[in-house]
């Protein structure tokens, strides 16, 4: 089946993998797919990109070892990964638009709509626990150590806290939200507020392991002085 049919149907990737615009991995060692492969070949052949010294020398070591056979990739494949690359960021624009059903919406509703959403949240701390860009432990966790049940008023600020402290960060995995377990969709909450933020700080999260966030300093000095 194609993809778009399953997808379609409501089944397939995380609506997170749908609406990623990054198809084709760059902080990988190596980055295996079948673009660029002809069709009548996918079944022998894997279209791979060597990324790192390490995702080459797994290669080199595969190729001596038996296990695989390399040919460079011929023009006619770059131009189709290109191709393939640049119809799937399409089809993942076109998701993010269908996935948001606040595009369209005032702010009253999207006041609403935030707040009807939230007030589900029980608390649990599964989607910090699973967040790939949170690296607190609990007692430097500035969202759970300002959290008071006894002072939530409808939404708490563990959730106020998590939005804005991941708005540079939030690279969208969508893991949050597989784990919440009253379904709410952190992913599109998150995104909302991180694709601004970072186009306004020309910043891309997950692109470079040796690049902080730009608000890392801020939390810093915010965490020194609670
Ligand atoms: S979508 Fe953002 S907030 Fe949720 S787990 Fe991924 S990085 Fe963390
Ligand atoms: S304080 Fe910020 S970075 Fe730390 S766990 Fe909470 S949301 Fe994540
Ligand atoms: S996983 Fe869901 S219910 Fe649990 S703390 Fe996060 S938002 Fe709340």
């Keep these: ?19 990623c615009t990054t198809k084709i991995p760059v902080m990988a ?49 770059l131009k189709a990964r290109d191709r393939t690359a640049a119809f799937m960021q399409r089809l993942a624009s076109r998701w993010k638009e269908r996935l948001d059903p606040l595009r369209n919406a005032t702010r009253k509703e999207r006041f609403d709509f935030y707040i009807g959403v939230l007030r589900r949240c029980i608390h649990c ?10 690296a607190c432990v609990d007692e430097d966790a500035k969202c759970m150590a300002l959290y008071d049940e006894t002072d939530d008023h409808i939404i708490s600020l563990f959730n106020c806290i998590r939005i804005l402290h991941l708005m540079d960060s939030c690279i969208q995995c969508g893991q949050c939200e597989d784990v ?6 952190l992913t599109l909450i998150h995104r909302r ?28 000095i915010w965490g020194e002085e609670a």
């Design 193 to 220: 507020f991180s694709e601004r933020m970072q186009r306004k700080l020309g910043y891309t999260p997950g692109m470079n392991v040796s690049e902080k966030p730009p608000l890392h300093e801020t939390a810093l």
């Design 180 to 185: 919440c377990p009253v379904d709410i969709p």
């Design 29 to 77: 060692d190596l980055a295996c797919g079948n673009w660029g492969v002809p069709p009548e070949e996918s079944h022998r052949k894997t279209f791979v990109e060597v990324l790192t010294e390490k995702g080459e020398q797994l290669l080199r070591n595969a190729v001596e070892g038996g296990f695989v056979e390399v040919e460079p990739a011929p023009e006619e494949a």
């Design 1 to 19: 089946m194609k993809i778009d049919d399953v997808e379609e149907r409501g089944f397939g990737r995380r609506d997170a993998c749908k609406a």
């Design 125 to 134: 701390g599964a989607c910090k626990e699973v967040c790939p860009v949170c």
